[in-house]
C-alpha cells in the first residue's frame, strides 16, 4: 500500500506512458474506474509504479469514447465506430441507453424521449423497454442493459489493450440521483459484461476525489465543497467535507433527466418547427433528417460556449431540401433558461439539505461537459454572490479519475482516503390513506440499516402487504414503487397487536435490501423484492452473458475476415510492385501480364463480394492460388 501522491499535472498530470511502462504493469492486477456517461464513456486506471491515474485512451487515440452502440448487416460496433456510421444507419445506432436503464416503458420520461429517437423502443410483458435493431438481416430486441454492457466490455479492452492484461474488476460510476432499480440494472450491465462490478460510486462523489487529490497540493486542511456535475444526460449536485482523507457527502440532489441533451432537444424542436415554418414540411417523422439534425445542433451548441452565434448547414436534411440557418447565444439561452434554473433550485435544495448556507462553501466544483456553458456557470456564479468557480479539473475526465481511486482504495492500493457517501432518495412503505411511512429518510449515510414498526389494520389479519417506494412526496402516488412483498401466516390477532419490524439495509452501492420479522412469533423472513419493476429477471441476466460471448466471439469473426481481407489485398499490391520493379529486366513480359491479370481478377472479386458472406478461409485460398502463382513466376527468373 502507498500513500496516494500528488504529482497531478493540468490534466491531473496524465502522462502517455512508454511500452516499458506497459510492460511494467503486465504482472499487475489492474481494477479500472469506468464513467459509464449518457453521451460519453471513460476509462481510468491506477498505476501503482508511479502512483498516479491515467485516463487511458481508446483505439482511435480518444480520452473519451461515444457511449453508441451499432447493429448492421456485417458487425456489430461500439464506441466511435458507432457514432461515425450513425447518420447512414440511425435506426440501428443506439444512444442513450442510460436514459432507459432500470426505467419502465410507460415512464413518462421514457415516453417523452422516445420520440426523438430514431431507433425503435417497445414494451416487453413486464413493461420493461426493449430496443429494436436489425443485425446480420435479423431483429434483435435488446435491453438497455444489454447496450450498457456492450460500452462496459469496450471500456474494459480499451483498458486491457493498453495495460496489456485481462482486467476484470471495476468501479462503475452512477448519477447520484440514480435510484434503486437505475443502480441495480447499472450493477446487471456489469455482469452481462463478465465484470466484476466491485462498487458503484456516485459521480460527483468521484469528481470530488479528484478534485481533492487535484486540490490537495494547496494544502487546505478542511473544505466544504459543492460539486456541479452537469452532463449528457444526468444533473447531480452534491455537497462534501473534506477533512484528513475523509470525503463525507452532506446531502446530494439531482435530476436523472436533466442535461446537455436536453439542451440538443430544445433546439431540435426549435428548428423543426423553424423548418416546418420555412419550408411547410414536417420532418419530425424522419428519423435519418432528426438523427442528422440533432448532430449539428449539438454541435452548434458547443460553439455558442464560445462564440455569440453559429450557422447550421444541413444538405438535403429533408425531401431534397437543405436548411441553412443561425442561432444566436442569447436565443440559445431562452430556449433553455427553465432548465439552468432548475439546476439552481436543486442546488439550493441540496445546501438545505447539508444545512449548511452558501457563504460556508468554500470551493464550487464544475464537472460534466455542460458546465461549458457559459449562462450556466454565470447563473452558478451569481448563486454564490461571484464567487470564482472552479474548473481546474478536467470536466470530462474527473469522474472516471474518482472511480479508478476508489478502484484503488478498494484494492489497497491507496490508503488514508476514506469516502463516506449519502442516500439520495427516501425509502419507505406505503401505509393506510396511501401515505408514504419513511424508513430511510435521504442523505443518510451509507451503508445503513434501519428499522421501522408496522402492525395490522384489521382484526385476524393473517396477511400483511407492504409496498416499497422511493422519493420524496408524503402521498406514495408521487413516489416510485420499488416492489411489493407479503408477510403471510400471521396468527389471528385483534387489530395493531400483531408487531412486524421492518428492516432497510442500504450496501455501500446505495442498493436496497428489505427483511421483516414477526415480533410476536419470532419468524424472521428475508424479503427480496421481487417485483422491482424494471429490473431484469435472472434467467434474462443469463441469456445476455450468452449473447454478449455471442457478440464477442462475432465481432472476433469479422475482425479475422478483415484481416484476412487486408493481407490478400496486401499481398495484390506487393505482388504489383514487384512486376514493376523487374519491368524491363528479367520478367518477361508474358509473366507482368500473368501478374496483372491475377491481381486485377482479384480486385474485381474483392468489389463483388460481401464481406459478411465469405469465410476466411476463401480469401486463404485465394492467397494460396496467387501466392502459388507468383512464386512460380519469381522462381524462374532466381
Ligand atoms: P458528459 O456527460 O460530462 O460527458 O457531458 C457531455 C455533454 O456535454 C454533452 O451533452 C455535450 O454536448 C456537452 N458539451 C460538451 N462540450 C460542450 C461545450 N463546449 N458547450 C456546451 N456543451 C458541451
Redesign the pocket.
Given at each position: 500500500m502507498t500513500d496516494i501522491e500528488l504529482e497531478l499535472g493540468s490534466k491531473f498530470g496524465v502522462h502517455f506512458w512508454t511500452e516499458s511502462l506497459r510492460m511494467a504493469g503486465k504482472s499487475e492486477d489492474f481494477s479500472i474506474g469506468i464513467d459509464l456517461?449518457?453521451?460519453?464513456s471513460c476509462v481510468a486506471v491506477w498505476m501503482e509504479h508511479h502512483n498516479r491515474i491515467e485516463i487511458i485512451t481508446n483505439d482511435q487515440g480518444n480520452r473519451?469514447t461515444p457511449s453508441c452502440v451499432a447493429f448492421s448487416d456485417s458487425e456489430h460496433l461500439v464506441g466511435d465506430a458507432a457514432k461515425n456510421q450513425e447518420a447512414l444507419n440511425a435506426t440501428n445506432s443506439i444512444f442513450d441507453a442510460k436514459r432507459l436503464i432500470g426505467r419502465t416503458f410507460s415512464d413518462t420520461s421514457v415516453q417523452r424521449d422516445m420520440r426523438l429517437w430514431p431507433f425503435k423502443v417497445i414494451a416487453d410483458a413486464n413493461d420493461k423497454p426493449m430496443i429494436v435493431v436489425e443485425y446480420k438481416g435479423e431483429e434483435k430486441k435488446l435491453a438497455a442493459e444489454e447496450i450498457s454492457s456492450m460500452i462496459l466490455v469496450k471500456m474494459r479492452e480499451i483498458a486491457e489493450a493498453f495495460l496489456g492484461s485481462a482486467v476484470r474488476n471495476a468501479v462503475v460510476t452512477v448519477p447520484a440521483y440514480f435510484n434503486d432499480s437505475q443502480r441495480q440494472a447499472t450493477k446487471d450491465a456489469g455482469v452481462i459484461a463478465g465484470l466484476n462490478v466491485m462498487r458503484v460510486i456516485n459521480e460527483p462523489t468521484a469528481a470530488a476525489l479528484a478534485y481533492g487529490l487535484h486540490h490537495k497540493a494547496a494544502t487546505v486542511s478542511e473544505e466544504n465543497i459543492l460539486i456541479f456535475d452537469l452532463?449528457?444526460?444526468t444533473f447531480d449536485v452534491s455537497v462534501l467535507n473534506i477533512k484528513e482523507g475523509i470525503f463525507e457527502v452532506k446531502a446530494t440532489a439531482g435530476h436523472t433527466h436533466l442535461?446537455?441533451?436536453d439542451?440538443?432537444n430544445r433546439m431540435v424542436d426549435h428548428f423543426v418547427k423553424e423548418f416546418r415554418k420555412k419550408h411547410k414540411k414536417d420532418i419530425s417523422g424522419n428519423p435519418k433528417a432528426l438523427r442528422r439534425l440533432r448532430t449539428a445542433c449539438?454541435r452548434a451548441?458547443?460553439n455558442?460556449?464560445?462564440r455569440s452565434e453559429t450557422d447550421i448547414v444541413i444538405d438535403c436534411l429533408f425531401d431534397g431540401t437543405d436548411f441553412r440557418t443561425a442561432i444566436t447565444r442569447a436565443r440559445f439561452e431562452e430556449l433553455n433558461i427553465d432548465l439552468f434554473r432548475k439546476c439552481l433550485e436543486l442546488v439550493e435544495r441540496c445546501l438545505k439539505d447539508a444545512k449548511m448556507n452558501k457563504s460556508s462553501i468554500d470551493r464550487v466544483v464544475v464537472?460534466?461537459?455542460?458546465t461549458?456553458?457559459p449562462k450556466v456557470q454565470q447563473l452558478l456564479q451569481d448563486l454564490f454572490n461571484g464567487k470564482e468557480l472552479y474548473k481546474r479539473i478536467n470536466?470530462?475526465e474527473a469522474v472516471a479519475y474518482g472511480a479508478a481511486v476508489q478502484a484503488a482504495i478498494l484494492d489497497e492500493k491507496v490508503r488514508n482516503l476514506t469516502l463516506l457517501d449519502v442516500a439520495p432518495l427516501s425509502l419507505g412503505v406505503e401505509v393506510v390513506g396511501g401515505i408514504m411511512s419513511v424508513v430511510i429518510p435521504r442523505n443518510t449515510r451509507i451503508p445503513t440499516r434501519m428499522e421501522k414498526q408496522f402492525t395490522t389494520s384489521y382484526d385476524n389479519q393473517v396477511t400483511v402487504k407492504f409496498d416499497v417506494y422511493e422519493g420524496e412526496g408524503t402521498q406514495i402516488e408521487d413516489n416510485n414503487c420499488l416492489g411489493k412483498f407479503e408477510l403471510r401466516g400471521i396468527p389471528p390477532a385483534p387489530m395493531e397487536v400483531p408487531q412486524f419490524n421492518v428492516c432497510f439495509e442500504i450496501d455501500r452501492n446505495g442498493i436496497l435490501n428489505v427483511s421483516a420479522e414477526d415480533k410476536r412469533t419470532g419468524q424472521k423472513s428475508a424479503i427480496t423484492i421481487t417485483n422491482n419493476r424494471g429490473r431484469l429477471p435472472k434467467e434474462d441476466i443469463k441469456r445476455m452473458v450468452e449473447s454478449a460471448e455471442m457478440y464477442k466471439a462475432e465481432d472476433e469473426k469479422h475482425m479475422r475476415k478483415i484481416e484476412a481481407k487486408n493481407a490478400l489485398q496486401n499481398y495484390v499490391y506487393k505482388m504489383r510492385e514487384t512486376a514493376k520493379e523487374k519491368n524491363g529486366s528479367k520478367l518477361s513480359k508474358a509473366d507482368q501480364k500473368k501478374i496483372e491479370n491475377a491481381a486485377d481478377g482479384i480486385d474485381q472479386w474483392l468489389d463483388k463480394i460481401q464481406l459478411a458472406q465469405v469465410f476466411e478461409y476463401q480469401f486463404e485460398d485465394k492467397m494460396y492460388e496467387l501466392k502459388t502463382l507468383h512464386t512460380s513466376i519469381l522462381t524462374k527468373i532466381n
Open positions: 456517461g449518457t453521451t460519453y473519451i452532463g449528457g444526460g442535461g446537455g441533451e439542451f440538443d449539438e451548441k458547443r455558442l460556449s464560445a464537472v460534466g461537459g455542460s461549458r456553458i470536466q470530462d
